[in-house]
């Protein structure tokens, strides 16, 4: 027994030092293994990502969404915008650049692996079911290319992927006219699928209203807006091939009205103003008030016309039109009231209302037969001096052409007139002041003409017998400069343009502007 034990115990002692040298030999190669199975790790990597992708696209058909015949596909949507403008009020469009980005869950691509998200690009976002996602009010978009296809695609290892493109989209914007310059606008971005309807594919918006559609702080590109905000809605519209939903992203827009008081506003209130300086000028001073009313006029004509190149050709007049109209009025108003006070203006020298001829300087004159001799023509002469400039200064004209006997008898007539009763006085003084307005303008020229030269000699020739005649004074004369009607234009004119300006900014500034609401 002894024996036994003695062989067992040399047995186990052979056995340790085999195993302690068999531990020796192998701890080298063992660190060499792990080594080797360490540098090798990214290329694990690398394959397990292809079998991942490979696995996931076998058999995957990216012709049907997901969840057919089973359940709706919800794609959850928001939208940052990284540059917004500009706008066009002439085609009533806008530009917008944004990164849209969806998000849905398709089971098809569940994964089991080290990482729990594949970021992938636009490559393998061709090779799976996305979204037909178009823009309803979009006129013309764009996807970025360069220098490849701006595309993020990632998805989770329960199936749910994101995808975001950057898109440029030029979109309607309905704009109504009625308060401009001092309109605002909603302008809305609407989308949705083109092909599924509510029952298969619908769409969500991710976060609440003011992050689900996101401005970045420095991307207003407006010039003549204000971006005040923007509001999300969502609706169902109805057509032949079914229901479908629309997503709306509404920006509100404010116009600023600094341009349009500089390159419109101020010139038509200079301009009014302009024209009213002529109800301070002398009604006599014609060709200043004439250039003024007509200047004036012509220069509203051209403000009018370009204030609306700016602007669709709506049929309706906006705010600014109506503001051009009224001083429109106003101008043409003026060149009215000058056209009336001229009218009523007795040029030259005005008489008095007093002053008539003295009817008894006027000698007892009659034709001797059908015919004037020269003696009578030179009475006549002598007799009608002190009536000349207020009777005969209006047919002088034709007296220079030959017909001297004709108006030699009219104006005996005129002179036997003189004689008439006291009762015609009146419509003498009236007849007095009219031709007083001829001889300003009709005044004769004796030193030019040798037939109206000779007739004055001859008239003037002194007879030996006749007693020098005394000549009465002359009435006094008073200049015609201001008109009762320039009086009041001066008042009415003013105060009514100042009370117009009051009432049309008191109205447009403190409305408040109509904008979408968000629901």
Same mark, same amino acid.
């Given at each position: 027994m002894a024996l036994q034990r003695a062989v067992m115990k040399m047995e186990l002692n052979i056995y340790n030092m085999q195993l302690l040298l068999l531990v020796f030999l192998m701890?080298?190669?063992?660190?060499?293994?792990?080594?080797?199975?360490?540098?090798?790790?990214?290329?694990?990597?690398?394959?397990?990502?292809t079998r991942i992708l490979d696995r996931l696209l076998d058999g995957y058909d990216n012709r049907l969404r997901p969840g057919l015949g089973d359940s709706i596909t919800e794609v959850f949507t928001n939208i940052y915008v990284t540059s917004f403008g500009p706008v066009s009020d002439t085609d009533m469009e806008y530009t917008i650049d944004v990164f849209f980005r969806q998000k849905w869950k398709d089971e098809r691509l569940k994964f089991k692996g080290p990482m729990n998200i594949l970021r992938l690009n636009n490559l393998m976002a061709s090779k799976i079911w996305t979204p037909d996602t178009f823009f309803h009010n979009g006129k013309k978009s764009?996807?970025?290319n360069m220098t490849m296809p701006n595309k993020l695609l990632r998805i989770q290892d329960d199936g749910t992927l994101l995808y975001t493109m950057r898109l440029t989209v030029q979109a309607e914007c309905p704009m109504h006219l009625e308060d401009f310059p001092m309109d605002a606008h909603s302008?809305?971005?609407?989308?949705?699928?083109?092909?599924?309807?509510?029952?298969? #594919?619908?769409?969500?918006?991710?976060?609440?209203?003011?992050?689900s559609v996101q401005v970045a702080p420095d991307g207003s590109r407006l010039n003549q807006y204000d971006l005040l905000?923007?509001?999300?809605?969502?609706?169902?519209?109805?057509?032949?091939t079914g229901e479908y939903t629309v997503m709306t992203a509404h920006f509100h827009l404010k116009r600023k009205i600094g341009y349009f008081v500089i390159q419109t506003y101020l010139p038509c209130i200079m301009t009014v103003i302009l024209s009213q300086v002529s109800f301070w000028l002398n009604r006599e001073s014609v060709p200043a008030r004439t250039v003024f009313g007509v200047t004036t006029v012509l220069t509203m004509t051209t403000l009018s016309i370009s204030a609306r190149n700016s602007l669709p050709k709506v049929a309706y007049a906006t705010a600014m039109d109506w503001f051009i109209a009224v001083c429109y009025a106003f101008v043409f108003s003026a060149l009215i009231e000058f056209a009336t006070v001229n009218y009523f203006t007795?040029?030259?020298?005005?008489?008095?209302?007093k002053s008539v001829v003295n009817d008894k #300087?006027?000698?007892?004159?009659?034709?001797?037969?059908?015919?004037?001799?020269?003696? &009578?023509?030179?009475?006549?002469?002598?007799?009608?001096?002190?009536?000349?400039?207020?009777y005969i200064a209006s047919s002088w004209p034709n007296l220079i052409q030959g017909k001297t006997l004709v108006y030699l008898q009219k104006w005996?007539?005129?002179?036997?007139?003189?004689? &008439?009763?006291?009762?015609?006085?009146?419509?003498?003084?009236?007849?007095?002041?009219?031709?007083?307005?001829?001889?300003?303008?009709?005044?004769?020229?004796?030193?030019?003409?040798?037939?109206?030269?000779?007739?004055?000699?001859s008239a003037t020739t002194p007879?030996?017998?006749?007693?020098?005649?005394?000549?009465?004074?002359?009435?006094?004369?008073?200049?015609?400069?201001? &008109?009762?009607?320039?009086?009041?234009?001066?008042?009415?004119?003013?105060?009514?343009?100042?009370?117009?300006?009051?009432?049309?900014?008191?109205?447009?500034?403190?409305?408040?502007?109509?904008?979408?609401?968000?629901?």
């Open positions: 701890w080298d190669p063992a660190r060499l293994v792990l080594a080797n199975i360490q540098e090798d790790g990214p290329e694990n990597n690398i394959t397990i990502f764009v996807a970025h302008c809305p971005l609407k989308f949705g699928s083109y092909a599924y309807t509510t029952s298969e #594919v619908t769409y969500i918006w991710t976060y609440n209203a003011s992050d905000g923007q509001s999300i809605g969502k609706e169902t519209i109805k057509s032949s007795k040029r030259g020298w005005a008489w008095d209302g #300087v006027i000698p007892s004159i009659k034709a001797e037969g059908s015919t004037l001799t020269y003696n &009578s023509v030179k009475a006549i002469l002598q007799g009608a001096k002190l009536i000349w400039s207020k005996t007539d005129c002179i036997t007139f003189q004689r &008439s009763s006291k009762k015609e006085k009146a419509s003498v003084m009236i007849q007095n002041n009219a031709y007083a307005v001829a001889v300003a303008n009709y005044a004769p020229n004796l030193s030019k003409d040798p037939v109206l030269s000779t007739i004055s000699k007879e030996p017998n006749k007693k020098p005649e005394n000549k009465p004074a002359e009435a006094k004369k008073t200049f015609n400069s201001v &008109s009762k009607i320039d009086r009041m234009s001066r008042i009415v004119f003013p105060v009514l343009f100042g009370t117009f300006n009051l009432v049309y900014w008191a109205t447009y500034l403190n409305r408040e502007p109509v904008l979408g609401v968000s629901t």
